[in-house]
């Protein structure tokens, strides 16, 4: 089986409709990357034809660029598209911002990158655009060759997006865009300004951090008794977006090789388009979960490392599964795990340092503090159990 590419005559080569997204590789005890398994799924997904392969600085700590660019050096540089982007937050001068551009290509293990984004814009961020001449800067580096396509990943608000494209030029952008997000956060709306300019849309999210490919038993329901072509929920979300004509590429973070086994065979086996039950039964299911109140937390982990050892995707996860399976027992054993090994909210002091690095723009003290009056009266109740 082989993922289908498709030539993009806007940019003038060829991608693979699945990309592999590295920010959740498997780990070992110590929290580095699993190298062995890793590289075994990159080398699955390169010979069924994937051929995007999407990192970034901070992903595991740095790790990420370095195993990403050792692994793919075996193959014919040509032969893939190495994406990365540039972490405007720790920019404070044009000096710091030379320094670490220079610094991927050592861990990259490239000479040039295929697609080059600044990394996380948003309102808050609309500014580094031109601060420091980072802009600029990158522009002359996709004219020396350094760079072929330049981008940007997103996470903000419409307005803000709108002015991205009103005011400067792009070859692509990355978007969080799935069948949920496309109402929830209106994310349909970004698709369209990119439609409108004619700019290939690169896809993340497209699963929303595992949500979509746990739904609850009520769309598991919908999908099981579909009269049609079976998938899992994570094939349907995946579908979903590669129905869209202006996604050029739908990034999925791997975390095993059944993930991308899956993935594989969804892309070589399913059409381009879904058909208008299978459309139709998506937004049945869209529906049932737009109505169930969650955290809207994609467990990036870009809040962490809590300052007093808050585990805050791992709270909101215990929530949310809770709200879409409500199991009592399972919710009060989680938090009090999470409790009994210090990474409760009772440790939360309200900085807020986590809630200007979270791309959903949750207020993170106010959540929090909101899930846990649901979450310790459970504890208290099997507390024993803990």
């Not at 014919?76 to 540039?86: A, E, G, I, M, Q």
């Not at 903000?156 to 400067?168: A, Q, V």
């Not at 598991?220 to 590429?249: Q, S």
């Not at 139709?280 to 969650?294: C, F």
Request: net charge negative.
């Amino acid at each position: 089986m082989k993922v289908k590419k498709v030539y993009d005559k806007r940019l003038g080569v060829e991608i693979s409709q699945l990309g592999f997204g590295a920010m959740r590789l498997p780990t070992l005890d110590n929290g580095k990357i699993d190298w062995d398994i890793s590289a075994k799924m990159i080398d699955r997904a390169y010979e069924a034809g994937v051929n995007y392969f999407d990192t970034a600085h901070p992903y595991h700590g740095g790790e990420s660029q370095v195993f990403l660019g050792e692994t793919l050096k075996k193959y014919p540089r040509d032969s893939y598209h190495y994406v990365t982007k540039l972490p405007t937050w720790k920019i404070d001068s044009k000096e710091a911002m030379i320094e670490i551009f220079e610094q991927q290509f050592t861990d990259c293990r490239v000479d040039y990158f295929d697609f080059y984004m600044i990394h996380g814009l948003g309102e808050d961020r609309y500014h580094l655009i031109d601060q420091h001449g980072i802009y600029d800067y990158l522009k002359a580096q996709k004219k020396a060759g350094k760079i072929k396509f330049l981008g940007f990943s997103y996470h903000g608000n419409y307005d803000t997006f709108k002015r991205l494209f009103d005011n400067y030029e792009w070859d692509f952008a990355m978007i969080q865009y799935n069948y949920v997000d496309e109402i929830m956060i209106e994310t349909g709306k970004f698709y369209d300004i990119m439609e409108k300019h004619n700019v290939p849309c690169m896809v993340m999210e497209p699963v929303r951090g595992r949500y979509l490919a746990e739904p609850p038993q009520a769309v598991l329901d919908i999908m099981d008794g579909f009269e049609g072509d079976k998938y899992t929920p994570a094939g349907w979300a995946l579908r979903w977006c590669r129905d869209k004509a202006n996604v050029a590429v739908t990034i999925s973070g791997m975390s095993n090789m059944e993930q991308v086994e899956e993935n594989i065979r969804t892309f070589a086996l399913s059409a381009d388009k879904l058909t208008e039950a299978e459309a139709a039964m998506i937004v049945q299911a869209r529906e049932i979960m737009l109505n169930t109140k969650t955290v809207p937390c994609t467990y990036c982990r870009y809040c962490m490392d809590c300052p007093t050892g808050v585990d805050i995707p791992r709270i909101f996860e215990v929530y949310n599964q809770f709200k879409l399976f409500p199991n009592e027992f399972r919710a009060g054993i989680g938090y009090g795990k999470l409790a009994r090994d210090g990474k409760g909210f009772d440790k939360c002091i309200g900085c807020g340092i986590c809630t200007p690095q979270c791309p959903q723009n949750i207020d993170i003290p106010a959540a929090l503090e909101a899930v846990v009056q649901e979450l310790e009266p459970l504890r208290q109740k099997f507390i024993a159990s803990v």
